[in-house]
């Protein structure tokens, strides 16, 4: 608790104990009570004193006074920034109205009434300054990356210095428990880096000389020399700061919603307390009656539940990512995203790693290896992807001297001399072209590479995209979060594409497209999904911007350290975990129902007790509860997003 | 030019929503953003006039929020 709320609670103690001071005053004063006492030596009610003859004094003007006390010491700031406000042409708020209201109460003559409203009503000012108080420090834990010094090797010489001050190509010092400054390249050094502030991975990455930093991680063992690469602004911490804060700037459609409505809810209800005042008191002339109903309305007529909780909420929902390395830009897209229907996927680098590696052999004569052997010989001096991969499963260095004349026939393999022998290595289509006997395609997932010795056909190696790691659980994982559709967009023949999707359990793919295929593809997609269904692109930041931007969302993953990838994004998964994507889809569904049930909840319970007012059938009570017991509960409501993991 | 400020003591959101309305107002100011959970004030105003604008949004917010204080460095 701040000072101020500890003097708030102190004036409500204060002024409970005058409350109920001043409510154990009798209403009347008994004369010569002590007398009776002693006679009877029993308590005697008031009517028969009357009936005796006796007088009752009443309090007057004392017991008003009496109450006044408890009053001024709950309410003065109250109704001094009420005056204040006045001053300043600020009619409709809070502090006037809830002036306007207690003094009415006791005007009519409900003292306790009013003393018990305002201090209510303090009660709840309290709750809400802590609820606020409190979400507004996790918030400032979210954001809490920021290194705050950098230490620089100056001629010889090591100074601390704001990292805004460091220049590219000079030269920091990471002491173990300190937060990398800047982005730069490890010199000297190796040690262990804790990510999760950036990436919610819990894992420590192990990095050592020549490699990348990133600013931002935590060095967590051995001291880091490292060169700056990037100035402070264009750090990744400065980045991802920058999208954080002025993701709120991206308002969602139900912000707008409710800056809409609190600009006219509070006029009309005080417009609509002023005719329930006034009309039936004309016609009927029972202003005792009729101004307590609306003095409710006056005491209900602020909008605050839903101005404080509703971007509480989305602030909740976008830190809440942001601690697992999912950067969403705005709350809009955590809107649209609660209303994802449909999600495509390109395959390369977001479903498969990008990395081609040899998955089966199927040999015929040889033996497993003696295979691999012979087709690496053979594909020792190509360049191909796929060649890369079969030396790679090799895992050997070239051996030169034992391969002769080398001949590679586009699109179709090479054909080279090994250790004396006739080595054909490649597809079906060079096999056919040599006249070598093929058994029969099995079904296996990739490119098949025919190996074919001396013209006798020795078996084939299978060559496959690996899939990415969770990518089966992330599909599943969306499938649960209520995601209709998936769609796979690839580049590769049917049978493959094919092939992966089974794999995946993906719903549709789309393959053999070239990269501008992929944007009539989403855009046919966008046609074909029902309406109040989004769509969402998901892909590597490289080469799709195109289809991010036109997607619903447009999602770019691993774009840890890749700045265009951040740029034409609207989400951005730091790390290259597929299995994010879901949990970004689950906390946008839980922010949107904790807004929807605030949204519900208060617009509600003022609404009820408006009616029950008008109707005489609530009193002050219900409506102060009405104001700010329902933006504690919606405040706490909204503060469940600040928790999430 | 776009700028942010500190608030401080800016204790009612309602508040908050009607100064980002009257700074929003201000001639020469494009955009305008004030955050009642970060307890900042975002404003976006014409190059030449800008010092005048922030003296006249702090004007303003005392306004609304006579407690509020925008901490102009």
């Given at each position: 608790m701040t000072s101020k709320q500890k003097k708030a609670l102190w004036r409500i103690v204060i002024s409970f104990f005058l409350l109920i001071a001043a409510a154990l005053i009798p209403d009347q004063i008994y004369p010569a009570q002590y007398w009776v006492i002693d006679f009877t030596g029993q308590w005697m009610p008031s009517a028969q004193w009357v009936e005796a003859g006796y007088t009752l004094y009443s309090w007057g003007i004392v017991k008003p006074l009496a109450y006044l006390l408890p009053y001024l010491v709950i309410g003065w700031d109250v109704l001094w920034r009420a005056v204040r406000n006045i001053k300043n042409g600020q009619v409709f708020d809070e502090n006037f109205l809830m002036s306007v209201a207690t003094i009415g109460a006791m005007v009519i003559g409900e003292y306790a009434e009013g003393v018990a409203v305002m201090l209510f009503y303090q009660v709840g000012e309290l709750f809400q300054s802590v609820a606020v108080h409190r979400s507004r420090r996790s918030i400032a834990q979210l954001m809490d990356i920021r290194p705050d010094y950098a230490n620089v090797e100056r001629e010889g010489e090591l100074c601390t210095l704001d990292p805004e001050e460091v220049a590219v190509g000079e030269t920091i010092l990471v002491k173990p428990g300190e937060r990398i400054p800047l982005d730069g390249r490890i010199l000297e050094g190796a040690s262990a880096l804790d990510t999760a502030a950036l990436t919610g991975e819990s894992l420590p990455r192990d990095v050592g000389p020549g490699e990348k930093v990133i600013s931002g991680c935590v060095n967590l063992s051995g001291v880091l020399r490292v060169e700056v690469e990037k100035p402070f602004g264009q750090s990744t911490v400065a980045r991802i700061l920058d999208l954080v804060e002025n993701s709120s700037e991206k308002k969602a459609r139900a912000e707008h919603f409710i800056t809409k409505f609190a600009r006219y809810y509070t006029p009309i209800v005080v417009f609509a307390a002023l005719a329930l005042a006034v009309i039936p008191s004309l016609a009927g002339g029972q202003w005792v009656v009729w101004v307590p109903r609306a003095l409710n309305f006056l005491v209900v007529s602020c909008p605050c539940a839903l101005v404080i909780s509703i971007p509480l909420s989305f602030f909740g929902g976008l830190g809440g990512a942001s601690r697992q390395g999912i950067l969403i830009k705005g709350s809009n897209y955590l809107e649209a995203l609660a209303k994802t229907g449909t999600v495509v996927f390109?395959?390369?680098?977001?479903?498969?790693?990008g990395e081609f590696s040899v998955t089966e052999i199927h040999p015929q004569v040889l033996s497993p290896e003696e295979l691999l052997e012979q087709a690496a010989l053979a594909e020792q001096f190509s360049t191909h992807p796929i060649s890369r991969s079969i030396l790679s499963a090799w895992g050997?260095?070239?051996?030169?001297?034992?391969?002769?004349e080398v001949e590679e026939i586009a699109g179709r393999g090479v054909r080279a001399t090994v250790d004396g022998r006739v080595v054909l290595a490649g597809n079906r289509k060079l096999m056919q072209r040599e006249n070598i006997p093929l058994p029969e395609e099995d079904q296996a997932v990739g490119t098949h590479i025919h190996v074919a010795i001396d013209g006798t056909y020795g078996g084939c190696l299978i060559i496959a995209d690996q899939l990415k790691e969770g990518a089966v659980q992330a599909l599943c994982d969306l499938k649960r979060a209520g995601v209709k559709k998936t769609v796979m967009l690839t580049g590769d023949n049917q049978e493959t594409a094919a092939a992966v999707a089974g794999e995946l359990g993906i719903d549709q793919f789309r393959a053999q497209l070239l990269p501008q295929d992929k944007v009539n593809e989403v855009e046919t997609l966008l046609r074909e999904k029902s309406p109040g269904e989004n769509l969402v692109f998901v892909g590597d930041g490289i080469n799709d911007a195109p289809v991010l931007s036109r997607a619903d969302i447009g999602v770019a993953m691993g774009a840890l350290g890749s700045d265009a990838a951040i740029e034409a994004?609207?989400?951005?998964?730091?790390?290259?975990?597929?299995?994010?994507l879901p949990v970004a889809v689950s906390i946008a569904r839980k922010t949107m129902t904790i807004v929807k049930e605030n949204t519900v909840f208060a617009i509600g319970v003022k609404f009820l007790v408006l009616v029950l007012s008008a109707l005489g059938c609530a009193n002050m009570w219900a409506a102060v509860f009405a104001d700010v017991g329902v933006s504690v509960i919606a405040i706490l409501n909204a503060s469940r997003m600040l928790g999430v993991k | 030019m776009k700028k942010t400020f500190k608030l401080e003591e800016l204790d009612c959101a309602n508040c908050a929503a009607k100064m980002e309305r009257a700074i929003r107002e201000i001639d020469g100011v494009t955009q305008a953003t004030v955050s009642f959970l970060t307890q900042k004030l975002t404003i976006e105003a014409e190059d030449e006039r800008f010092e005048e604008i922030v003296k006249k949004a702090a004007k303003v917010c005392k306004k609304v929020e006579p407690d509020c204080r925008i901490i102009i460095k």
């Open positions: 390109d395959k390369t680098g977001t479903l498969t790693r050997k260095a070239p051996e030169r001297e034992r391969v002769g994004a609207d989400i951005v998964l730091m790390d290259d975990d597929l299995r994010k | -």
